[in-house]
């Protein structure tokens, strides 16, 4: 227990230095990239140490490897997007898959309703949004598709998961203020500050709930 609760500090603290020294600049250089992929690296670690359901660990896993894509574009750049965008893809894939395997609350007009309103907020936000796609058109419908999948996944959950849950929906939230920056910027433009800030505490620590939810409920309903 200590030991990843160690590491689970550690990604914490990893993931609040990025917040507060990186996540809102043009660029972070070499540090940037290792204190940014570190600290979802060491969720991953949290979780494989703490007998974690494997498909969170690949998600967790699969989700720092898209950071780190990410962050190796330099200001200008976005010849790794694309990977990066396919690093999460299949870090949602798992999460699906994870959410799908773990119980499921019964069906209420609650839920029901929660999941319609993902689903057609998502798509009408990047129906808005598709003009200023251009060539990665396919790649965003694609990836928009398993990411509201994996909320609506996510918010078909009881309530012992309610940490998961949350999570899931502040990923898609960070996704969704993500893809304003990066598509409605103007060329050439800053990073804006507080929008940065959003982006990478939504989904850091939401990745932390889904990573803490996942872990631990999951063990106590084993038991």
């Known amino acids: 227990m200590a030991g990843e609760t160690a590491v689970l500090a550690g990604a914490i603290v990893l993931g609040v230095m990025y917040w507060a020294g990186w996540c809102w600049r043009e660029g972070g250089g070499l540090p940037g990239l290792l204190v940014k992929t570190g600290s979802t690296a060491l969720l991953a670690l949290f979780a494989f140490m703490a007998d974690g359901p494997w498909l969170l660990v690949a998600g967790l896993a ?42 499921q609350a019964d069906r ?9 309103v993902l689903v ?25 598709a398993i990411i509201l999948v994996m909320g609506a996944a996510a918010l078909r959950l009881p309530p012992p998961f309610l940490l998961v849950t949350l999570g899931a929906v502040m990923f898609v939230a960070s996704d969704m ?10 060329p050439g433009a800053a990073k804006r500050m507080g929008p940065s800030l959003a ?14 939810g996942g872990v631990y409920p999951f063990i106590s309903v084993a038991e």
């Open 62 to 103: 699969l989700s720092s490897a898209g950071d780190a894509f990410l962050a190796m574009d330099k200001p200008g750049e976005d010849k790794w997007l694309k990977p990066g965008m396919a690093a999460f893809f299949l870090a949602h894939v798992a999460y699906v898959a994870l959410f799908w395997a773990l119980p």
């Open 199 to 212: 982006v990478w505490g939504l989904y850091f620590f939401g990745q932390v709930l889904i990573a803490w």
């Open 108 to 116: 209420t007009l609650l839920n029901l309703t929660a999941q319609i």
């Open 120 to 144: 057609l907020g998502g798509v009408v936000f990047v129906r808005w949004l598709a003009p200023s796609l251009g060539s990665m058109r396919i790649p965003v419908f694609a990836y928009t």
């Open 177 to 186: 203020i993500l893809s304003l920056q990066l598509f409605t910027r103007p």
